[in-house]
């Protein structure tokens, strides 16, 4: 029997064989995601859920994978804004930007096995100017690509004999990552919003 080659925590013949499972039957690869937002009646406050998802076309749900997240504002913000009883929560940007430093650093990890790069550290940091302006209607939708600015990425990396060709071999791998490419690349999506009449209390 072959003995196992693990690195990082991952059995790399079962990892070259699901890649190839993928290249081959793609459709069995494909991943169906998504969230719900659920105002909480306070302005700004979200209790946001992820719960079930598909895979390779198969509906998986179980009451282990039920997550939930407490959305809102900085408490400095809300104080300012006329907020009864401010409250600290992360805002939704911040936590996109934390999915983005996970991805990142998945992606990083992934190419660095690929490439026998051997990394004993991998940090990403992530960091944006926001304009809240369009948010709180100062300025029109027009002008909602103004909302960011000085948007930053900083990848530090350590392990031995690293050449800047590695460097460069993980600066492009970045651009495989999903969530870099959810944030930076054009995308057609539009919202839709449903009424639906519920009767007043009396």
Not at 54 to 60: A, L, V
Not at 61 to 71: A, C, D, P
Not at 102 to 111: E, F, P, R, S
């Amino acid at each position: 029997m072959a003995q196992e080659t693990i690195e990082h925590g991952v059995n790399l013949e079962q990892y070259g064989a699901f890649v190839e499972n993928m290249t081959e039957k793609p459709e069995e690869a494909m991943l169906g995601l998504g969230a719900r937002g659920v105002a909480e009646g306070r302005a700004m406050h979200t209790l946001a859920k992820l719960d079930a998802y598909r895979y390779g076309g198969e509906d998986i749900r179980r009451e282990t994978r039920e997550f939930t997240f407490q959305l809102g504002a900085h408490k400095e913000v809300e104080a300012d804004a006329g907020f009864v009883d401010p409250a600290d929560r992360p805002e939704p940007v911040e936590v996109a930007l934390a999915g983005l430093t996970g991805c990142i650093n998945a992606t990083v990890g992934i190419v660095a096995m690929e490439n026998d790069i051997d990394l004993d550290g991998l940090e990403t940091t992530v960091g944006l100017d926001l304009d809240p302006r369009v948010l709180f209607g100062v300025h029109g939708t027009e002008r909602s690509d103004e909302t960011y600015d000085n948007f930053e990425i900083d990848i530090d990396v350590s392990g031995p004999d690293l050449t800047e060709a590695d460097a460069e071999t993980l600066r492009e791998g970045v651009r495989r990552s999903p969530v870099f490419n959810l944030m930076s690349l054009p995308h057609e999506m539009s919202p839709e919003v449903r009424t639906r009449d519920e009767p007043k209390a009396a």
